[in-house]
Structure formats: structure tokens, C-alpha cells
């Protein structure tokens, strides 16, 4: 089997877009945003030429990790897009389409992008994928392992071959050194139950979405401290509104401790108050209701 070269094709440090490629077959695992999906593609074609890019592997829903599909298959028409089976019926829902162009559009702005060509409406997936499928890319035979707990369509990829996982945000976002964002939008339980299955995996290295490949010592790391940040989180998180404190001031103690350095270049700000909102709202349904 050929070794696989792993290329950061991000167009902005916000994106999440990296491409995979042993020499046979071209996968895109995620694919950015709308307002950079040519650029990503753009970067794509200068490294493939002449060749097609093949697959599109999708983690979830989310606009910064999906509307960039659409731009790639501009390019690449017969690219099969691959996600999870609760994924496609969040792209058929109007609501959620216009949540994403919402969101897309507002950190376009931010970025200074004020006109870019619309494509949304074009999300589509190929192959709807659950656990225990196998997508067979070329040479390269990945499991599909259902990771809800950021989105209920969170799905991870596991090439047992090379000890791979490309992973999803449900196991948290990395800092690059040693602080693991939780980031558990839909379920706390499912969250942690999602981490302890990625924990009996054997993995040597993960890829994951928004920071890239992590070598073996980086893996150990991020393996170590994704369910401990995640439990940490939420007793403090609880703590402060059983203490009386406001949502608020959970916000505040959040944003203290992990919207800062490499976390900040790539995770946009409204984007990052919008999802920690909604942790906090779920922890305290799932934590402290009665």
C-alpha cells in the first residue's frame, strides 16, 4: 500500500479542509466554507493537476465543514460525497440551509468578503453512511464510526490499515499543544460515549478538523485529555449555575479558558458564542433538571 500524504488545503485558518491522497486515490475529509470553496478547490487542482479528486468525506453539517463541497464539485462533478445518514436530512431542510448561508455570509464580512457566488442550495451527498459501513476509496478500506454528540450526523473514519482516524468535533477541538475545546452540542453522555469508543481504537495518529494531523506524541495528548476537558467542563460549567451564577458568567468562564491562541485563529467568534450558548443550555437540561 502506498503511503498517504495528508495536505492542509484550508484557505483561511477558520476553514477545515484537508486532503488525503495516496497517490491513486484524492479524498477531501471536510471542505471549508462557502465564501473560500473555490479557493480551497483552487488549492485542491494546483496539487492533483490533471487528476480527479475522488471522494469527499464529510464529519457533519456544520457550514465550515461542508458548504465548501459544493465549490469542489464545480471542479470535480463525479466526486462521491460521503456522510453520515442524519446529515442528508439536514441538507434537504430549508431552515438549515439558511442557517449555514447566515453564518457563512456573517464571518465572510468579518474576513472582508462582502460578494461571493451562492451555491448553497447544492449540498448534496452520494453515499449516506452509518455504523459499521465501509467505504472502500481505492486502495484504502475506512470504517465509519457513527460520533454523535457535537451534531447527531458527527461521523469519524478509521483506516485500520495505517492505525488512522479522521476524526470529528465531537472528541474536541486541538490547540496544538495540549487543551482540548469540548465542544458537545446536542449530548453530553453522547458526547463522552463517542470519546471511550474512539478510545478503544488502536490509533497511532488522528486527523483532526480545523488543526490537521497530529504525529503519535500529539495523538497521546489529545487522546488523554479529550474526555477529561469534557467532564471538567461540564462540573464547572454546572457548578457556577447551581451556585447561582448566570449563564453568562458560565459564557465568561468558558471564554476564558478556551478562546485564546490557536483556538481563536481558527474558530470564528460568533460562531464559538453561538455554540457555547448552546452547551451550556444542554448541560443544564442534561445535568441539573430534575
Known amino acids: 500500500m502506498n503511503p498517504i500524504k495528508i495536505l492542509d488545503v484550508r484557505a483561511h485558518p477558520g476553514d477545515s479542509a484537508f486532503l488525503l491522497d495516496d497517490g491513486k486515490t484524492a479524498i477531501l475529509y471536510d471542505s471549508g466554507f462557502a465564501f473560500t470553496g473555490y479557493a480551497v478547490a483552487d488549492r485542491i487542482k494546483a496539487y492533483l493537476g490533471e487528476r480527479p479528486l475522488d471522494y469527499i468525506f464529510l464529519t457533519h453539517s456544520h457550514y465550515d465543514h461542508a458548504l465548501g463541497s459544493v465549490y469542489a464539485l464545480q471542479y470535480w462533478p463525479n466526486a462521491t460525497v460521503v456522510a453520515g445518514e442524519y446529515a442528508v436530512r439536514i441538507f434537504q431542510k430549508d431552515s438549515a440551509k439558511r442557517v449555514m448561508r447566515d453564518l ?12 461571493y ?10 453515499l449516506a453512511v452509518k455504523e459499521g459501513d465501509t467505504v472502500q476509496a481505492g486502495d484504502l478500506s475506512f470504517s465509519v464510526i457513527n460520533l454523535p454528540g457535537h451534531t447527531k450526523c458527527s461521523v469519524g473514519f478509521y483506516l485500520a490499515s495505517q492505525k488512522l482516524l479522521l476524526s470529528c468535533e465531537t472528541i474536541g477541538v486541538f490547540d496544538g499543544d495540549h487543551t482540548v475545546l469540548p465542544s458537545y452540542l446536542v449530548g453530553y453522555q453522547m458526547a463522552l460515549d463517542s470519546i471511550a469508543k474512539v ?4 490509533i497511532e495518529q488522528i486527523l483532526v478538523p480545523h488543526f490537521g494531523l497530529l504525529d503519535e506524541q500529539q495523538t497521546a495528548v489529545y487522546l488523554k485529555n479529550a474526555q477529561k476537558s469534557a467532564i471538567e467542563v461540564a462540573r464547572a460549567i454546572t457548578d457556577i449555575l447551581r451556585q447561582g451564577g448566570s449563564k453568562e458568567d458560565a459564557a465568561q468562564y468558558f471564554r ?9 485563529s481558527i474558530y470564528p467568534r460568533d460562531a464559538f458564542e453561538l455554540n457555547t450558548s448552546i452547551m451550556i443550555d444542554l448541560l443544564e437540561r442534561e445535568l441539573l433538571s430534575e
Do not use: H, M, P
Open 199 to 202: 478510545e478503544q481504537l488502536e
Open 256 to 264: 476564558q479558558n478556551f478562546y485564546r491562541g490557536a483556538v481563536e
Open 104 to 115: 457563512d455570509r456573517k464571518f465572510a464580512t468579518q474576513c472582508g468578503v462582502s460578494q
Open 117 to 126: 457566488e451562492d451555491l448553497i442550495d447544492g449540498l448534496r451527498v452520494d
